[in-house]
């Protein structure tokens, strides 16, 4: 079985993209999902996982996804390998969602942001 679930808060708002043919749309963007560990100073870690939505539904969610808004992604690890320009063999690994969840709201976003 191949399931992932991330709760975490977009890096950076997503923009829809096509297939190099421009007929399929996608999105990609990345989450920063804090880790359990705390350290001396207070502060956590993060891992940054880059999330991937196929299809028609990129299209109508992007505008719902802005930097810092918290959701969570169900979807499916996905791993690979591509040749760069330069001839270099490059690996990666992927959620590809096929659920996100909103977990705020935008008055929550904004309340944070005037705390911090």
């Known amino acids: 079985m191949n399931k992932v679930l991330l709760l975490g808060r977009i890096v950076k708002k997503p923009e829809v993209r096509y297939t190099s043919e421009k007929e399929f749309p996608y999105l ?6 804090n880790r359990k560990y705390v350290k001396a100073t207070g502060e956590r870690d993060a891992d940054f ?22 959701v969570n992604v169900i979807g499916k690890l996905r791993t690979g390998n591509y040749e760069n320009k ?3 063999k490059r690996f990666f690994a992927e959620v590809e969602a096929e ?14 942001e005037e705390v911090s």
């Open 49 to 70: 996982v880059q999330v991937v939505l196929w299809g028609k539904r990129s299209e109508s969610i992007v505008e719902s996804l802005s930097r810092g808004r918290l």
């Open 28 to 33: 990609k963007f990345v989450l920063a999902v």
């Open 86 to 88: 330069e001839g270099v």
């Open 99 to 112: 659920q996100i969840n909103f977990l705020d709201t935008k008055e929550k976003r904004e309340e944070a």
